[in-house]
């Protein structure tokens, strides 16, 4: 008895897939798609006589793995890409990059820069981003006109800026912010106090009830520089996780950013309450903050995720960067070569976020039944050859630069290395008159 193959929107065939729940690697497989979901992964025969895709994608070269998650970033700030290289954070920050909003942040600021941003990570597979900026409202926009994920910081500062004019402002435009976008299934937002240095008791006070009622997670620097844990001492009599603690900040939804400069104490404590780490190696080593320990939060069952922070301070929005420096940083700092192998460096980049987040039911990994967010990377060039394992060829040996496909939810958003839905000439046009209104040099 002959059966009639199921019709499905999409059937993806790849010579490697890396779901992420298992380390192995599967060869000649296909997972079909439909509705947005993943519907199965089986052999590629066995998919062409028990599916009747609408289209059929072949990847003969290829590894297909989830779509990157890139946990940390600032995505308007594309727009200040090497606007002040080379100086130490708070100089950095305090001298150039605050001057720089104040004068230029605004609603189009954020829009066109996250449209920016959100073409540099679509193009380098990454299919969601976890931002801190203001005006989320036009963030969202962008996102959602890319067709990319997005989980959205509802910011949180003392002092004014164009945006807002005080913490409870801050909080206020962000919640309004999401109760528009609370039906989109791509946009979501998680509660963003800046860092301890730069917002109150009382104000992490209101955003613990919030994240509580909201069941929403705390996405907060912690820890960055020497400077931040000695201006803390100072003014609070704690170190900056210690006064987390006390507030009652630690916890299963509390991702803390960077967190470079920990002792052994405070890498139990965060492995005891259940806390993630975003980790920023670029941007830690660009601004000369420091090396985090890494493999040692991974020892002791910390949830690490893998971010870029924004294009300011890094200076791009690469994750294919961040994994293999992450890799070669935790081999270089314990002198153990087995420290973060290709296989847990992919994990970071994707389902760890991803978990980080509370979207591990929905994406970080290739498991029917969830969104079909992938992203395909060519490991067929002449450079790439031979390719003994495709895992430790994409953290080792291919770039953003091999990125072939991206989709988000079962849509295709970069084809061919082609990104779709978007109007470069428009967005090179509102890029270029940004950086005429911007330019600043640094006097010698």
């Given at each position: 008895m002959t059966t009639t193959p199921q019709v499905i929107d999409l059937l993806?065939?790849?010579?490697?897939?890396?779901?992420?729940?298992?380390?192995?690697?599967?060869?000649?497989?296909?997972?079909?798609?439909?509705?947005?979901?993943?519907?199965?992964?089986?052999?590629?025969?066995?998919?062409?006589?028990?599916?009747?895709?609408?289209?059929?994608?072949?990847?003969?070269?290829?590894?297909?793995?989830?779509?990157?998650?890139?946990?940390?970033?600032?995505?308007?700030?594309?727009?200040?890409?090497?606007?002040?290289?080379?100086?130490?954070?708070?100089?950095?920050?305090?001298?150039?990059?605050?001057?720089?909003?104040?004068?230029?942040?605004?609603?189009?600021?954020?829009?066109?820069?996250?449209?920016?941003?959100?073409?540099?990570?679509?193009?380098?597979?990454?299919?969601?981003?976890?931002?801190?900026?203001?005006?989320?409202?036009?963030?969202?926009?962008?996102?959602?006109?890319?067709?990319?994920?997005?989980?959205?910081?509802?910011?949180?500062?003392?002092?004014?800026?164009?945006?807002?004019?005080?913490?409870?402002?801050?909080?206020?435009?962000?919640?309004?912010?999401?109760?528009?976008?609370?039906?989109?299934?791509l946009i979501g937002f998680c509660l963003a106090p800046h860092a301890p240095?730069?917002?109150?008791?009382?104000?992490?006070?209101?955003?613990?009830?919030?994240?509580?009622?909201?069941?929403?997670?705390?996405?907060?620097?912690?820890?960055?520089?020497?400077?931040?844990?000695?201006?803390?001492?100072?003014?609070?009599?704690?170190?900056?996780?210690?006064?987390?603690?006390?507030?009652?900040?630690?916890?299963?939804?509390?991702?803390?950013?960077?967190?470079?400069?920990?002792?052994?104490?405070?890498?139990?404590?965060?492995?005891?309450?259940?806390?993630?780490?975003?980790?920023?190696?670029?941007?830690?080593?660009?601004?000369?903050?420091?090396?985090?320990?890494?493999?040692?939060?991974?020892?002791?069952?910390?949830?690490?995720?893998?971010?870029?922070?924004?294009?300011?301070?890094?200076?791009?929005?690469?994750?294919?960067?961040?994994?293999?420096?992450?890799?070669?940083?935790?081999?270089?700092?314990?002198?153990?070569?087995?420290?973060l192998p290709a296989h847990e460096i992919l994990r970071m980049a994707t389902?760890?976020?991803?978990?980080?987040?509370?979207?591990?039911?929905?994406?970080?990994?290739?498991?029917?039944?969830?969104?079909?967010?992938?992203?395909?990377?060519?490991?067929?060039?002449?450079?790439?050859?031979?390719?003994?394992?495709?895992?430790?060829?994409?953290?080792?040996?291919?770039?953003?630069?091999?990125?072939?496909?991206?989709?988000?939810?079962?849509?295709?958003?970069?084809?061919?290395?082609?990104?779709?839905?978007?109007?470069?000439?428009?967005?090179?046009?509102?890029?270029?008159?940004?950086?005429?209104?911007?330019?600043?040099?640094?006097?010698?």
């Amino acid at each position: 008895m002959t059966t009639t193959p199921q019709v499905i929107d999409l059937l993806i065939d790849a010579r490697w897939i890396a779901t992420v729940e298992s380390d192995l690697v599967l060869t000649n497989h296909a997972v079909a798609v439909d509705n947005g979901r993943i519907l199965a992964i089986l052999p590629s025969g066995e998919a062409h006589a028990r599916f009747a895709p609408g289209k059929h994608v072949n990847l003969p070269d290829h590894i297909l793995i989830p779509g990157l998650i890139n946990l940390h970033t600032h995505a308007a700030m594309t727009l200040m890409r090497g606007l002040a290289d080379d100086l130490p954070l708070m100089d950095w920050l305090q001298n150039h990059i605050w001057p720089a909003e104040a004068a230029h942040m605004s609603a189009q600021f954020v829009y066109d820069g996250t449209r920016l941003a959100c073409a540099e990570m679509l193009k380098g597979g990454i299919t969601c981003f976890n931002d801190m900026y203001f005006f989320p409202e036009a963030a969202a926009a962008a996102a959602s006109e890319a067709g990319m994920r997005a989980m959205l910081g509802i910011i949180a500062l003392e002092f004014p800026t164009p945006y807002a004019s005080d913490a409870d402002d801050y909080l206020n435009k962000g919640l309004a912010v999401r109760e528009t976008w609370l039906n989109d299934p791509l946009i979501g937002f998680c509660l963003a106090p800046h860092a301890p240095y730069t917002v109150a008791d009382s104000t992490f006070d209101r955003i613990l009830t919030l994240s509580e009622q909201m069941n929403l997670p705390v996405h907060c620097h912690i820890h960055e520089t020497r400077q931040e844990i000695e201006e803390s001492l100072k003014q609070h009599q704690h170190r900056p996780l210690e006064r987390l603690r006390q507030l009652g900040q630690l916890g299963p939804n509390f991702i803390g950013v960077h967190a470079v400069h920990l002792d052994e104490d405070e890498l139990q404590l965060l492995a005891s309450t259940g806390c993630s780490i975003a980790h920023c190696p670029t941007s830690n080593l660009k601004l000369a903050s420091g090396f985090a320990p890494v493999a040692r939060m991974r020892q002791l069952g910390i949830n690490v995720g893998l971010g870029t922070d924004g294009a300011a301070s890094n200076n791009r929005l690469d994750l294919f960067g961040e994994m293999r420096l992450a890799s070669l940083l935790a081999k270089g700092l314990t002198g153990d070569a087995s420290a973060l192998p290709a296989h847990e460096i992919l994990r970071m980049a994707t389902l760890n976020a991803a978990n980080a987040l509370g979207l591990g039911k929905e994406i970080g990994s290739i498991s029917p039944g969830k969104s079909a967010d992938l992203c395909a990377v060519d490991l067929g060039a002449l450079e790439m050859r031979p390719c003994f394992d495709p895992l430790s060829h994409l953290v080792n040996v291919a770039g953003r630069e091999c990125v072939s496909h991206v989709w988000v939810a079962g849509k295709c958003c970069v084809d061919h290395k082609t990104l779709l839905n978007n109007d470069q000439k428009h967005l090179e046009s509102a890029v270029a008159l940004w950086q005429n209104g911007l330019e600043v040099r640094r006097q010698p």
